[in-house]
């Protein structure tokens, strides 16, 4: 009895589970991804060529505007659904991890601003946030020892 039940399971989550075909998402990241890479290139053109403003200054407003852009795509609900068409294509760039500090903050705000948005806000990119300063730190500290010992 308990393995027919197994079975039948087995059977129901085969079918209710999405299936995905790996070249058309690898092509829907690439173009979303591309499509952001180039919007940015954009700005950083108009920042040099237009604005005058030197590479860096440029790269910093590059940025900045980025990170407003997915911030207000997400408060207007658009870029949970570039998200769901384009995959890692949205969630990589810079405008991905915005997309997740901006998401939970919105979604919590009825809960007010210390128990909503101050605890809930990274709740997705804290762990990003924290294994990327971790992982910084011990290739600098093994960079360092490398370059003490005289290994690099």
Excluded: R
Excluded at 36 to 61: H, M, P, R
Excluded at 73 to 80: A, K, M, Q, R, S
Excluded at 104 to 121: H, L, S, Y
Aim: charge should be neutral.
């Amino acid at each position: 009895m308990e393995e027919q039940i197994k079975q039948e399971y087995q059977e129901y989550v085969k079918e209710v589970t999405p299936t995905h075909n790996l070249w058309v998402q690898m092509l829907k990241a690439f173009l979303v991804g591309g499509i952001i890479c180039v919007i940015g290139q954009f700005i950083l053109n108009y920042c040099t060529q237009t604005l005058g403003l030197d590479k860096e200054t440029a790269g910093s407003w590059n940025s900045l505007l980025l990170i407003l852009m997915s911030i207000l795509l997400t408060g207007i609900n658009v870029y949970p659904s570039i998200v769901k068409f384009g995959g890692a294509g949205a969630l990589v760039p810079i405008t991905g991890f915005a997309n997740s500090v901006a998401a939970p903050a919105i979604e919590f705000k009825k809960e007010g601003q210390v128990f909503g948005i101050g605890c809930k806000i990274f709740t997705i990119a804290g762990p990003v946030i924290l294994y990327g300063i971790v992982t910084s730190w011990v290739l600098g500290l093994l960079y360092w020892l490398g370059k003490s010992f005289g290994w690099f």
